[in-house]
Structure formats: structure tokens, C-alpha cells
């Protein structure tokens, strides 16, 4: 009965905010009013009920949260790594007999979280086993994560913070520079899971996974871990997929894991077997290194020989010039494999290429074509001074102290391809039917030079209807999408226009600080942009060189020309903060965290910055005799610091 009723808040959660998002995002209703609040009343009484309240439920709102720097804290139960193993044979040897887990080993960050009278108090990262950062704010953020649970005493327990792939795949894809995407879930998740301010955390989309029952106050697990599994299920917590095996049997488990890897959402580097008698592992006690209740079974790699037979320089919007290794068919975990991603120039060199070089393959975790290792090490490939596209001239800089290989010219026909599909895609300008494919046509017969010509295909009718894998009934579909998307907004314009580092989130940051206005964003300076939460010198460098670029000037002119901005509704009347910039630090005693003040100043025309700098009005912090970060800039450029009472009576015009 508890399962159920646990799943069923766990539908009701997500139906409730499937409803709110199409609601308030995208302008449509999936249920009625009557509908959401009768399921919305029923979650309220299952949460009362069972004492389990997830933090993604649409019943409680996880305030936003900026810290200067995240503490560091001991932990009362430290965590040593675990021993490892690429041999099933050795790891249903180490069975002994005896009954186990075996689980998923998750690519996350590991975190400890402890419960006290059923509500969150706190959550600390591994760090080095014996001290981490407390991330609490943040993981109040996770989407799974319950914030209050039905067991009223102390509970601790580990979990692994993980960026399913789906999810990391569709944060790149906002990203412009091919050179700062992210590499791999884990550095994204780690990174998220460890940032100063927690909307930060909330929009990368961090899920936990429970792993390990430190300790439950007052419960007896009868010397069993399923049983402490199945305890924190009951808790609201989401477990690590496990099997309870025996040597029997434990050999076809690891077969059953390795065929769900494949396509497994959830980043994983290998297995974890622990006994399931706790009183026996815990017995055992532990070496120098690691404890010997539990152990890592970690992949083996399939390894194969092959030879390079050429590196493919492929060409990106942003002008990045990736490395692709093409290299004789080998069979690799049961498909067939021949390119694999260099990355870039400072791994080719690092592997000292050269075509014909005896190579080795693998896929990493099981999924990923990888270079394991340059058998002949000739280092004669040569990098491509010319693109492969444009043939215009390359250059190699140096991002995140690698090397990187672009193409110098700014008329490159492959950026050009990239840019086009940027611009139409469903979060830019939302323009159907227009593929990569259908763009290279068009782009090819010279229909298409900038942005603005998109709304003039009507004058190639003819020789549009007449393209292969086209036809009137094509034709008139594509054209009624690009009628469609003339009517849009200033936050899809500046996504759609490409600009490095600034992805659908930013633009729409970018929009409400400068008012919505496309001349105050076109004129803006690496100092202003500074001010905006989220936007550091990189990118305040790019978007201020893209728009003051006179070509790009005359193209977002004549795109403009095109459009038709929707308003957006703001009373001057009550714009009594207008042009004004302030700081927020510290706890406040009249609202109930610093978002709600934040959204009080936007409403009144302000801005809210997370640093100090010569354009802020005012710090507002209630300890003013703190030497904290901001409050010794704010002194250096003698910024009034102010309490959150004096702030409310000379700003707001409120009595306290």
C-alpha cells in the first residue's frame, strides 16, 4: 500500500507540473483548472499522509539562493573509496558463498545527506572522503530529492547526483562554441552540484540516486541491505537499480547490467557488489585503502588494433574545425565501429598521429568510440592550415589550455549551414521543415546570404517546388512556417542569432535586464553585461564583439525588418527602480529568501546583480559590520551598504 500510494505522488507530481509547464510556457492547457486542482489537493493529502514531499512537487516552491563560497565541513562517517575488479571470475569469487547486491556504480557526485524530524538538514559533497562543501541549497534543488520523509529520526545516507545523458545532450545543444560544451555529464553534474547559486543547480536538471544506508535512528533492518533499500524507497527515495545475487547467479546479472548499458540514460561506469549480510561485511573490516564489505566491478574494455586511415576535419557554425579519426571497421561490444572523436589538436598531438599508425580502440563505458593508444607514435599528421569547407586560412588557439583548430573566414559556407540551423531550430525562430539538408540546397542555389532572406523564399517558388524531396504541398507547409514565426519575441531573436556562450536561458536573462530592448542590447558594454547574473567576461567578450561588428549590424537590421515583436507589458507607473542596480547578501528577516525581495525590485524596474560593482545603487545586507567579499567592495567603491529595513523604507517607500 505504501508503494502505491509513493507512486502515486510521483504521478501526480509529474502530471501537476507537465500541466503548469505547458500552462506558462508554452501557452496551451492539457488539463483543466477543476482537473489540476483536484489532483493538486489529492498530492497535498498523500504528502500529509506519508510525510514524503519530493522537491520537484508543485506543492512546495525551493527559494533561490546565492552564497559567496560553500563551507566546508567534516564528515562524522567517512567515506573511503572501494577496491576493484575487471574480472567476473574474481568478483564471483569474492562472494564467498555468501548473498549479495550488485548494482549500478553511478558517474556522478557523490552526496551525504542527513534527515532529522523528517525535514532536509543538510548535504555535503564527498570532497576527499574526509571533508566536502555543504551544497544543502542546492540540493533542495534536485528533482527527486524528497525534502521531508516519513521517519522522524536521523537518517544518513550517500547518493550519487547524476546529469542523465538526454538531459546533458540538450544543455549542449544550447551552446554555441563548439570548444565550451561540456566533455561529459559528470564534469556538468559536478560543476552544477557545487555552484553558488542554486537556480543555477535547478536548471541543469540533478537527479540523486540512493546507494548506501549510513544510519536510520530506531530502525532494525534485520541484517539486511535489501531491507535498508527497500526502507529508503519507502522514504521517497529513488535507489540505484540493483540485483540480489548469489555465485550462482551472479555471472548472468553482470550479463543482464551490460545489455542495459547500452542504452541506459543514466551515466554509469560499472557495477558495485556488496554483501547483503551487514554484520558479515561489516566484520570483515577494511585495508589501508578501502573497506571490504563492497567492491567496484569496473568494465572491461574490448580493446581492438586497427590502422588510421585519415583524420576528417569537420567544420562547425562557430567555426571550430573538429578532428575525427576514421580508421579500418573493427567489431566493438557487438557493433561495428570506424570513427572516433579526437576532440581536438592537443589530443592529436598528445597521441602523436599519423596516417597508417597501428592504433588501438575501445568504447569508453561501454558506448563511446575512443583512441585508446597509438601503437607506431609516427607524429606526422599535419594540421590543416586551409578549411576543408571554404579553403580559407586556420588558426589554432588556445581554450581551457587546449589547442583548437578554426577557420579564420567569416563567409565559411559551413558556418553558414550551422548558423541557418541554429536560427530555425524550435527554441530560436521555430521555422518547420527546414532541415540541415534542405538549408545546404537552398544555401547552395543562393537563396539564402543572411537571416532576413528566409522571409523571401516566396521569390524561388518555382525552383523550390520543383527540388527533389519537394513539392507544391511542401512548398506551402514551409512557407506558412516562416509566415509563422515573423511574430516572436526579443529573447528567441538573441538565442537565435548564435552568439557564443549565449543559450536559450541567458538570452531570456539577457532581454529582462536591458528591458526588452534591442537597441539597449546592441549598445551594451563588457561592463554592463558584467552586472547580469550568469554572464562572465568570455562570454560579456563575445556577444559585445558580435554586435558591434558592422556586417552583424546591417544583418540584425535587416532581420528586424522581418519581424514583428510581441510586447511585453510593464507599468511605468510603478517603475520607481527604473535604471537602478542593487545586491542582495546575507538572510533577511521581512521576505522570505532573496528571490522574493529580487522580484519585487524587477517588478519595480530594478536589476539584482550577484556582485558589487561601480553601477550598484546599494548592497542591502543585513549585517553591515561583516567582512565579507561584497561588503568590502562595496566599501572600496563607497557603495552605501544598507539594512534590509532601510532599503524597504528609502527605496520601497515602506514603513517598518
Known amino acids: 500500500m505504501a508503494d502505491k500510494k509513493l507512486e502515486r505522488i510521483k504521478d501526480l507530481v509529474e502530471l501537476l507540473n507537465e500541466a503548469s509547464r505547458a500552462y506558462y510556457a508554452q501557452d496551451k492547457e492539457i488539463m483543466s483548472n477543476y482537473e489540476y486542482d483536484k489532483m493538486y489537493d489529492e498530492l497535498l493529502a498523500l504528502e500529509e499522509e506519508t510525510g514524503i514531499t519530493l522537491a520537484n512537487s508543485p506543492t512546495v516552491n525551493v527559494g533561490y539562493e546565492a552564497v559567496e563560497e560553500l563551507p566546508k565541513e567534516t564528515h562524522e562517517y567517512p567515506m573511503l573509496s572501494l577496491g576493484k575488479t575487471k574480472d567476473r571470475e574474481e568478483l564471483r569469487e569474492w562472494l564467498q558463498g555468501k548473498e549479495g547486491l550488485l548494482s549500478w556504480k553511478l558517474d556522478g557526485l557523490t552526496i551525504v545527506l542527513t534527515y532529522r524530524n523528517g525535514q532536509l538538514e543538510k548535504a555535503v559533497t564527498r570532497g576527499n572522503g574526509e571533508v566536502g562543501e555543504v551544497i544543502t541549497n542546492n540540493a533542495r534543488t534536485f528533482k527527486n530529492l524528497p525534502l521531508s520523509i516519513a521517519h522522524r529520526g536521523e537518517l544518513i545516507l550517500r547518493g550519487e547526483a547524476v546529469i542523465a545523458y538526454s538531459d546533458f545532450e540538450k544543455i549542449n545543444a544550447q551552446i554555441a562554441d563548439e570548444a565550451s560544451k561540456y566533455k561529459n555529464p559528470r564534469n556538468l553534474c559536478s560543476g552544477s552540484v557545487r555552484q553558488l547559486n542554486n537556480q543555477i543547480t535547478a536548471e541543469r536538471n540533478v537527479k540523486l540516486y540512493a546507494f548506501t544506508l549510513v544510519y536510520a535512528e530506531g530502525v532494525d533492518f534485520e541484517n539486511s541491505r535489501e531491507k535498508q533499500f527497500l526502507f529508503l524507497k519507502e522514504q521517497g527515495f529513488d535507489v540505484v537499480d540493483y540485483m540480489k545475487v548469489t555465485q550462482n547467479t551472479i555471472l548472468e546479472a553482470i550479463d543482464t547490467f551490460e545489455k542495459r548499458i547500452v542504452d541506459y540514460d543514466i551515466p554509469s561506469d560499472g557495477l558495485v557488489m556488496t554483501f547483503e549480510d551487514i554484520a558479515y561485511g561489516e566484520a570483515l573490516g577494511r585495508t589501508a585503502k578501502f573497506p571490504r564489505h563492497s567492491i567496484a566491478f569496473k568494465w572491461r574494455d574490448e580493446i581492438k588494433e586497427t590502422y588510421l586511415k585519415e583524420i576528417e576535419w569537420s567544420a562547425s557554425r562557430t567555426g571550430l574545425i573538429n578532428p575525427v579519426a576514421i580508421f579500418e571497421p573493427v567489431e566493438l561490444e557487438g557493433t561495428t565501429v570506424s570513427r572516433a572523436s579526437v576532440h581536438n589538436v592537443s589530443m592529436c598531438k598528445a597521441l602523436k598521429l599519423g596516417l597508417g599508425d597501428k592504433i588501438t580502440v575501445y568504447k569508453a563505458n561501454m558506448i563511446i568510440p575512443q583512441i585508446a593508444e597509438n601503437l607506431t607514435g609516427s607524429d606526422t599528421l599535419e594540421i590543416p592550415k586551409e578549411c576543408p569547407v571554404c579553403g580559407g586560412v586556420t588558426e589554432i588557439r588556445s581554450v581551457n589550455e587546449a589547442q583548437f583548430l578554426y577557420c579564420t573566414n567569416e563567409a565559411c559556407e559551413a558556418k553558414s549551414v550551422k ?7 524550435r527554441d530560436a525562430m521555430n521555422i518547420e521543415g527546414m532541415s540541415e539538408a534542405t538549408l545546404e540546397k537552398f544555401i547552395d542555389s543562393g537563396f539564402l546570404q543572411e537571416f532576413a532572406d528566409l522571409y523571401h523564399l516566396d521569390r524561388y517558388e518555382e525552383e523550390i517546388v520543383n527540388m527533389e524531396g519537394f513539392g507544391e504541398k511542401s512548398y506551402k507547409k514551409l512557407i506558412n512556417s516562416i509566415e509563422d514565426s515573423r511574430e516572436t519575441t526579443l529573447p528567441r531573436i538573441i538565442y537565435a542569432l548564435g552568439i557564443a556562450g549565449i543559450g536559450v536561458a541567458t538570452a531570456k536573462v ?7 530592448s534591442l537597441e539597449k542590447l546592441m549598445n551594451a558594454n563588457e561592463e554592463d553585461l558584467s552586472t547580469v547574473e550568469g554572464i562572465g567576461e568570455v562570454i560579456a567578450s563575445a556577444f559585445v564583439k558580435h554586435m558591434q561588428r558592422e556586417e552583424n549590424i546591417i544583418k540584425i537590421q535587416n532581420l528586424m525588418k522581418e519581424l514583428r515583436l510581441q510586447d511585453v507589458v510593464v507599468n511605468e507607473a510603478e517603475q520607481s527602480l527604473s535604471a537602478m542596480s ?4 546575507g538572510s533577511l528577516k521581512h521576505y522570505n529568501n532573496r528571490d522574493e525581495l529580487k522580484e519585487i525590485i524587477e517588478q519595480k524596474g530594478g536589476k539584482v546583480t550577484g556582485s558589487v560593482t561601480s553601477k550598484t545603487h546599494c548592497l542591502i545586507n543585513n549585517d553591515i559590520t561583516s567582512n565579507s567579499g561584497k561588503n ?13 529595513e532601510e532599503f524597504m523604507i528609502k527605496y520601497l517607500s515602506i514603513e517598518v
Open 510 to 516: 539577457l532581454c529582462k535586464q536591458f528591458d526588452y
Open 419 to 425: 548558423a541557418f540551423t541554429l536560427f530555425v531550430s
Open 582 to 585: 542593487f545586491c542582495i547578501t
Open 632 to 644: 568590502k567592495k562595496a566599501k572600496e567603491l563607497q557603495i552605501p551598504i544598507l539594512t534590509e
